[in-house]
């Protein structure tokens, strides 16, 4: 997926991008960082080493999304069934036990997500690939 937006700061190599709300957006309950007006607010990779006030070209692989929105929602929903299931089933626990380890098996699920995501954060992390100047 290909954005055009313009950059508001310059942090190192990370470029934050303002990027203009479409129309699909409106309907979108994704939880994206929003803006004064309602723009997307993300930060990039600056590989095309653009500065303040250019507009660029923000590239985000769409095999990313998809792998970022199975990360994120499928992986905690297996580690709560499967940690309902071994303890019902292993650990022979009630249900109110059994839901307890699934919800503990939730929170670990989301403590080993945090580190996945800092070992693969570069293959989800959006990447400036083009700068033009903007003429006033």
């Given at each position: ?17 303002r990027?203009?709300k ?19 607010i993300?930060?990039?990779?600056n590989?095309?080493?653009?500065r ?47 839901f ?14 945090r ?9 989800f ?11 006033s």
């Open positions: 997926m290909r954005e055009e937006g313009i950059v508001q700061e310059v942090r190192g190599d990370k470029a934050c991008v990027i203009a479409k129309v699909s957006c409106v309907h979108c309950a994704a939880p994206c960082i929003r803006g004064e007006k309602g723009d997307t993300l930060w990039a990779d590989a095309a080493e653009a303040p006030g250019e507009r660029v070209t923000v590239f985000i692989p769409d095999s990313a999304i998809l792998s970022g929105a199975v990360l994120c929602y499928g992986f905690p929903t297996l580690f709560f069934i499967i940690g309902f299931f071994i303890a019902k089933l292993v650990f022979l626990l009630s249900d109110l036990y059994s307890l380890f699934a919800l503990v098996s939730f929170a670990l699920s989301l403590v080993l997500l580190y996945i995501s800092r070992y693969l954060g570069s293959y992390t959006p990447r400036v690939e083009s700068t033009e100047t903007i003429r």
